[in-house]
């Protein structure tokens, strides 16, 4: 439950003041008068202070509203049936536009995506390279598991990152049953983007705790699926045993490409921004030195390589390439050779074609801009449907997205949620694109976090056929591999709605989300550090402790995991069943207050940004006041203005000094 009462929910409960004190004086008469038993002390009780600033008790108000109740999108315009001819003309218009832009600020969204993610790989797509190069450390299925996630995070494509495990299980570098690790974390790398949407909603705490738990309900269902099927994997096999054998069942034929609707759409722009050439990270992964030194931003965009036929010397006849082209010709002996000749036909047209800066400083100046347009086209379309979704319209969506089926049909709702989950998926060919733009639809109220839920699981396995299309049209080399990869990914997915979605008691993704949610409304400072904690410094830690070795890995992970099971037990015995503990574990208040509250952290926190917002605004008042006094030198003195009654005047400026400090009083004396 999300602590009480909040700053920003302290106005609801200002509801005539006076009125309220009265009606309690009155109470305390009637019952004192009817002969009750009244103490001094709860007649010299004092009145509530209703005040802005947040209230510190331990009771809740009776009327008090749950903050995950859907809000009500109220029509604050005029009626249609209010509007003249011409206003319902204007209306229809400003609709029709309204529309057109949501549309265009949706496909910005969506590019701007896309050239994050293009971003992350000039920044960190080499390095990712280097990582899988490592053979050794792949062996270990939890370093796999945190590569998985890093290598992710950092092309910011689940997809990038599977195709590269499929380059190396094709190149005999990896196997599978080491490859299913890798895909696991591969999952939970790539629900890292809707999270960073649900940062741009924080302006509002109610919004940003709807946002940010909607978005947060993937990487818990992630996280949880991974603890539970990660040592079943380990230990029996049975991912890659199920796969294996649906394989081998089937005659298989390399088909054609998968379809990319969305791209026909969004690469018209992307292209004229940033095109890569992404079989060098693949180049870098299967160990070609060559790659290395090569960059990802692609220059030619078409090339043509034949095959040049030359005559070469050898040292003699056994070193021909063929018997039947082989002669001698004095005392050397002559033979034929393929070599591969490349004409470059035309050069890219993108922004960084032929630029001369590194790959990461082209990587962090996109990282910028699409940042930079992501949180603007966020904050607008969020506006947008704030402005578009009010009256009879928002109640027809919310009724339509969150209303269940009859009684004895209510169970189907979820799963035909997961269908158009999927079905979405598959059609912009991103769950990052889809879960992505519903973030900010729960973040204003439409969609629930009970209804978001089936649609992110739904979004899990659209992006896991898209890859089982990609695998079927694979070259035959690869063919068998990259489709038993993909599907792990799937019954991998398929598993963890098995273990998560179908018993009602089992939804613990969205218990915690929730919980997560209420703790970052309060602490908003608190999602980033989320952001970084399970993204970035857990897995490079136990990636560092996998380097190491596994005594390192099992002495330091244990009994940490350990300690957080028993908190974990012990928090569900205090709310459950405190009787069943003893008296000093019945709450964490014999620990230190940091160890067991966010509070002293939310207090050094405040205390630094606000010494920063502090010496910034003296440093902009020292800059103003120095502008200030400059300007007053250059300034021409002003000649005194003469009146004919000066006693007037400065009744005048008395009269209106005092208007002035009046509005002070009053607000100080109400406060």
């Not at 890093?150 to 499929?166: A, N, R």
């Not at 045993?241 to 379809?259: D, K, M, Y």
Request: aromatic share 8%.
């Amino acid at each position: 439950m999300a602590p009480w009462p909040e700053l920003e929910d302290t106005n609801k409960y200002i509801e005539d003041p006076c009125s309220k004190q009265d009606q309690i004086m009155t109470q305390k008469e009637d019952n004192i008068s009817k002969g009750e038993a009244v103490s001094l002390g709860n007649q010299m009780e004092l009145l509530p202070a209703y005040s802005t600033v947040a209230l510190t008790t331990d009771q809740e108000p009776e009327d008090e509203v749950d903050p995950w109740d859907m809000p009500v999108l109220q029509n604050t315009g005029v009626r249609w049936s209010e509007l003249d001819g011409k206003g319902k003309v204007l209306c229809v218009f400003k609709s029709i536009g309204k529309f057109i832009l949501l549309l265009g600020l949706l496909y910005l969204f969506v590019c701007s995506l896309d050239v994050l993610s293009s971003a992350f790989q000039l920044v960190g797509g080499k390095a990712a390279g280097d990582i899988f190069k490592d053979g050794s450390v792949l062996s270990n299925p939890v370093a796999g598991l945190v590569i998985g996630v890093l290598v992710t995070v950092m092309v910011q494509s689940s997809s990038t990152s599977t195709s590269i495990i499929v380059s190396m299980v094709a190149s005999s570098l990896l196997s599978v049953q080491l490859a299913i690790p890798i895909i696991m974390g591969a999952n939970i790398g790539t629900s890292v983007t809707n999270t960073i949407v649900a940062l741009m909603q924080a302006g509002d705490r109610n919004e940003f705790r709807r946002a940010f738990a909607g978005a947060t309900v993937h990487d818990f269902f992630n996280w949880l699926s991974v603890f539970v099927l990660l040592p079943i994997e380990v230990a029996s096999g049975y991912l890659y045993h199920l796969t294996n054998v649906i394989v081998e069942s089937f005659h298989l034929e390399s088909g054609e490409s998968a379809p990319e609707l969305l791209k026909v759409i969004t690469d018209p722009f992307t292209k004229l921004v940033i095109q890569l050439d992404k079989s060098v990270i693949s180049a870098i992964a299967i160990g070609d030195k060559s790659a290395s030194n090569k960059s990802l931003v692609k220059t030619w965009c078409k090339t043509k390589t034949s095959l040049i036929a030359q005559n070469i010397t050898v040292p003699s006849r056994e070193n021909c390439t063929s018997p039947d082209l082989c002669w001698t010709d004095g005392n050397s002996a002559w033979t034929l050779k393929n070599y591969s000749n490349t004409e470059y036909i035309k050069k890219c047209d993108h922004l960084f074609a032929g630029t001369s800066l590194y790959d990461s400083a082209v990587g962090i100046i996109l990282l910028a801009l699409s940042l930079l347009v992501l949180c603007t086209c966020l904050i607008l379309i969020v506006k947008l449907l704030n402005s578009v979704l009010k009256g009879q319209v928002a109640r027809v969506i919310k009724k339509t997205l969150n209303t269940d089926f009859p009684f004895p049909f209510s169970w189907l709702t979820g799963y035909l949620a997961m269908l158009v989950g999927a079905g979405m998926t598959f059609i912009v060919q991103s769950s990052s694109v889809f879960t992505s733009a519903i973030t900010p639809l729960v973040g204003i109220g439409v969609i629930s976090i009970e209804r978001a839920y089936p649609l992110t699981l739904g979004s899990n396995i659209g992006t896991t056929t898209t890859a089982i299309l990609a695998a079927l049209a694979s070259p035959g080399s690869r063919l068998k591999y990259s489709l038993q990869i993909a599907l792990c990914h799937f019954f991998f997915n398929i598993s963890g709605i098995i273990l998560w979605y179908p018993i009602p008691f089992m939804r613990l993704p969205i218990r915690l989300s929730k919980g997560l949610g209420n703790i970052t409304a309060k602490y908003r400072w608190f999602a980033i550090f989320y952001l970084l904690l399970c993204f970035l410094l857990i897995p490079l830690v136990v990636f560092g402790l996998s380097i190491a070795g596994w005594p390192y890995l099992v002495g330091v992970c244990v009994p940490i995991l350990a300690l957080l099971v028993v908190v974990i037990v012990i928090n569900v015995l205090q709310a459950k069943w405190p009787h069943l503990l003893p008296q000093k574990l019945r709450n964490w208040d014999f620990l230190p207050r940091w160890m067991h509250s966010l509070q002293p952290c939310d207090n050094v926190i405040t205390s630094m940004t606000s010494a920063c917002g502090r010496y910034c605004c003296c440093c902009c008042k020292c800059c103003q006041g120095k502008n200030a006094d400059q300007e007053a030198k250059e300034k021409p003195t002003k000649a005194p203005e003469g009146h004919d009654n000066p006693v007037s005047l400065a009744d005048e400026e008395n009269d209106h000094s005092a208007d002035k400090t009046k509005p002070i009083e009053l607000s100080i004396t109400a406060l």
